[in-house]
Nanobody, 121 residues
Framework: QVQLIESGGGLVQAGDSLRRSCAAS????????MGWFRQTPGKERDFVAA????????DYADSVKGRFTISRDNAQNTVYLQMNSLKPEDTAVYYC??????????????WGQGTQVTVSS
């Protein structure tokens, strides 16, 4: 069974940086499109960023473009989300997600456990 194990959340101040990691327990990690989503109480889970299977194509939500960077290391079965210039409105539970190939947006079938990121003003 595929598992996505996240790490790197926490409490930071506005303007700080934070790096999220997500390790996948799969043999064919390079077959997966990987994404990050976030959710705040009472709202739907929103797309944040995604990267294709070999890291050559990325997509970002407008709200994080220029501040967040998604990357992957297929040798380590890990995807990263580097978050810079954090704002209080970035506060949310962040989820790692995966799907076999597929488009960068759309439906994802595998999810991590979610980790809280809190940005204080």
């Amino acid at each position: 069974q595929v598992q996505l194990i996240e790490s790197g959340g926490g409490l930071v101040q506005a303007g700080d940086s934070l790096r999220r990691s997500c390790a996948a327990s799969v043999r064919t990690f390079s077959s997966y499109t990987m994404g990050w989503f976030r959710q705040t109480p009472g709202k739907e889970r929103d797309f944040v960023a995604a990267v294709n299977w070999r890291g050559s194509s990325t997509d970002y939500a407008d709200s994080v473009k220029g501040r967040f960077t998604i990357s992957r290391d297929n040798a380590q079965n890990t995807v990263y989300l580097q978050m810079n210039s954090l704002k209080p409105e970035d506060t949310a539970v962040y989820y790692c997600a995966a799907k076999i190939f597929g488009t960068l947006r759309g439906q994802y079938g595998l999810w991590g456990q979610g980790t809280q990121v809190t940005v204080s003003s």
